[in-house]
């Protein structure tokens, strides 16, 4: 479905097709292919992206299509799924920048800090992992490593947000 989907993007009439066209495209190879719903993702970014994804800032590019991709914390969480796969099975070399990656998705406000705090607390095969055939146990496992910093930081982040938000309730009170 990948090299299929290469090829179909590749002509440079359908790079710059609407998002809905893209993913109308995503639907009906997953749907040939026999694959489940969540794995568009995964066609989606082993298609289009490659190990230069931080330096030439493949996620920018293709924001639009990854936040049509995960509009719901489910499918939000799918994506996060797929670039386990992407640093974890296809590009190995890039599991050191996994934390990156995700902190990308974060900026680009194309997945929630909510998400990635549940993320964390899950164990690291769950039911958004890409199928064991994919990626293994001890790979996702050291994928969740490497990315303890970022979650820390997405932690305090979060209690940050909230003693602030404390702080206004308090001085509304007090006013």
């Known amino acids: 479905a990948c090299n299929r989907f290469t090829s179909w993007f590749s002509e440079e009439s359908k790079a710059s097709s609407s998002a809905e066209v ?3 495209e995503l639907r009906s190879l997953q749907t040939m292919s026999s694959l489940r719903s969540a794995d568009r993702a995964i066609i989606f970014i082993g298609a289009t992206m490659t190990e230069n994804i931080v330096a030439g800032e493949e996620i920018v590019k293709h924001k639009k299509i990854l936040e049509a991709l995960g509009p719901s914390a489910i499918q939000q969480r799918h994506l996060i799924a797929a670039f386990e796969w992407f640093c974890g099975a296809k590009y190995p070399s890039l599991m050191g920048k996994f934390p990156i990656i995700l902190k990308l998705l974060y900026d680009e406000e194309i997945v929630e800090e909510d998400i990635f705090l549940m993320w964390s607390a ?14 293994d146990i001890d790979t996702l496992e050291q994928l969740k490593e490497n990315a303890g910093p970022f979650v820390t930081w997405v932690k305090e982040a979060d209690e940050e947000g909230e003693d602030s938000d404390e702080e206004e309730e308090d001085d509304e009170e007090e006013a």
């Open 22 to 24: 893209i993913l109308e």
């Open 122 to 135: 899950d164990y690291a095969r769950n039911e958004y992992s890409a199928a064991d055939s994919l990626i």
